[in-house]
């Protein structure tokens, strides 16, 4: 299983970015995928989840309203559209093989919301 996390960077306040998530090694298109976040001293949080079909998706209260999570069966990618960044979306992004439990995760994105 591999997963690859980009579109990570620097972003200011009110502003959006777009992670991606490269899946390969398994059948993507038969498994829930997800997003979670870490901070240092925290604990890794949960984001956001997909179904494999994409008609369930699920966030933290946190994101809800201003994050999108969605996937592209066909190119086996993962995607995660944050709008409207607030200095605390400041953290590591992960994606996740599973989301309820983990079966696997990624390397990290990093994504800082500063002015």
């Known amino acids: 299983v591999q997963l690859v996390e980009s579109g990570g960077g620097l972003a200011q306040p009110g502003g959006s970015l777009r992670l991606s998530c490269a899946a390969s090694g398994f059948r993507f298109s038969s498994y829930p995928m997800g997003w979670f976040r870490q901070t240092p001293g925290k604990e890794r949080e949960f984001v956001a989840g997909?179904?494999?079909?994409?008609?369930?998706?699920n966030y933290s209260d946190s994101v809800r309203g201003r994050f999108t999570i969605s996937r592209d069966n066909d190119k086996n990618t993962l995607y995660l559209d944050m709008n409207s960044l607030v200095p605390e979306d400041t953290a590591m992004y992960y994606c996740?093989?599973?989301?309820?439990?983990?079966?696997?995760w990624g390397r990290g994105t990093q994504v800082t919301v500063s002015s």
């Open positions: 996740t093989k599973g989301w309820s439990p983990v079966n696997s």
């Open positions: 997909i179904s494999f079909g994409s008609r369930s998706r």
